[in-house]
């Protein structure tokens, strides 16, 4: 049924609001975040330092974390995809719902699609290419989802 395909397993206002033990209990090792009014509030320079807190503390749990985006990477401006790209497995210009990029990340994590979950806000992008590959979909759903840099910094 075409519908499922967009549908996700579960919907959440933003990435602080995700039972991520509950993820753990199910068996789930992986994470992709998309970037994009999900990690990020547009294409901002910086994100919130609550969303690399929680990045790191899910890798202290155990998870593997990995960024798939399909914001194309101007070195100039987009210093948030070079830092991220330090920490964490991070593909850009990905192509979602494309496989391609949801498979390379899951290969670099030596995860499958049963232990992997995609969260990202776009059911044409994110959850389409998820469900299209047997992974756990979580979408970000609230007008409040995006992240905020605070007023300085
Ligand atoms: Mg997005």
Known sequence: MLFSKFHPRASVPTIFDIDFEYLWKEGK????????????????ANLHPK????????????????????????????????????????IYAAGKPGKKG??????????????????GDRLLTDIWGANR???????????????RKPGTR
Do not use: C, W
């Open 102 to 119: 949801f498979l390379t990340l899951m290969a670099k994590m030596n995860a499958t699609p049963a232990d992997t979950v995609m969260i």
């Open 133 to 147: 590959l047997g992974i756990y979909s979580i979408r970000i759903v609230s007008k409040s989802r995006v992240i």
């Open 51 to 90: 969303v690399y807190r929680l990045l790191s503390s899910l890798q202290e749990r155990g998870f593997a974390v990995a960024i798939l985006t399909n914001r194309h990477f101007q070195v100039k401006r987009d210093q948030v995809i070079a830092d991220l790209a330090q920490n964490y497995p991070l």
């Open 29 to 44: 090792r992986a994470l992709i975040f998309d970037l994009d009014r999900t990690l990020a509030a547009g294409r901002r």
